[in-house]
């Protein structure tokens, strides 16, 4: 069964370094997320990307934030000058739709702490 | 705003007996629900969903029910097991590809 896939799994940082996460979503969805859960809290959601742009994003998703989609497999989050309380599990998902009754895959996370 | 609230925080059942958790929402536009199950570490995995178009839905052990009057939808788990241990996600999708969780239910079964 195709799965969504994340690198690294773990990533060790200093504050104010800028860096990228890597996920590679199931190869016909179209539809593109990213999340982000700080230990012991709820899924946050940080922002959906369709067909090259961005759908939506939430209030945590600010000028340190980006993502894109580099080739036709890869989406990256990159986060400019981390901050402390950037430390948390992110998760990509993916979708085949967008609309009416999709179901979001996610991926196995990337742990990032920030120092 | 957009929230989703999610009761109980913690839930201590007997292996066999039924668990129930309940969530809220704000927004009426929305109209897909699904519920995710979270083990320790784990990436939150799908466990079922429904739509606003339907009043419940059953999978085998696990039901959810939708009451879009009262913009509230449940999760029932009957014949807990010790494997149903782990958090449980409500989550509301808003149709402006946005979905929204609720705070998270942890769930322990006693064997």
């Known amino acids: 069964e195709p799965e969504v896939t994340q690198t690294p799994s773990h990533q060790v940082t200093q504050m104010g370094q800028e860096v990228i996460l890597r996920c590679v979503p199931i190869?016909?969805?179209?539809?593109f997320y990213w999340y982000r859960q700080i230990l012991g809290q709820k899924v946050e959601f940080l922002v959906s990307?369709?067909?090259?742009?961005?759908?939506?994003k939430s209030e945590i998703f600010d000028d340190q934030f980006s993502v894109e989609r580099p080739d036709g497999s890869n989406f990256t989050l990159k986060i400019r000058s981390t901050k402390l309380e950037d430390s948390a599990m992110y998760f990509c998902?993916?979708?085949?739709?967008?609309?009416?009754?999709?179901?979001?895959?996610f991926g196995p996370g990337t742990r990032l702490t920030v120092l | 705003g957009e929230n989703v609230e999610q009761h109980p925080s913690t839930l201590s059942v007997q292996e066999g007996d039924s668990a129930v958790i309940k969530c809220t929402y704000s927004d009426s536009a929305s109209n897909y629900f699904p519920w995710y199950k979270q083990e320790l570490g784990k990436r939150p995995q799908l466990i079922i969903d429904i739509r606003s178009n339907v009043g419940e839905k059953k999978d085998q052990r696990i039901a959810v029910t939708l009451n879009k009057t009262a913009k509230h939808f449940s999760l029932h788990i009957t014949e807990t097991q010790p494997e149903d241990s782990a958090v449980y996600f409500c989550a509301e999708y808003t149709g402006g590809f946005k979905t929204i969780f609720g705070a998270g239910t942890r769930l322990f079964v006693k064997a």
């Open positions: 990307f369709y067909n090259n742009e961005i759908s939506e």
């Open positions: 998902a993916s979708s085949s739709s967008g609309g009416w009754g999709y179901t979001q895959y």
């Open positions: 190869s016909n969805h179209l539809y």
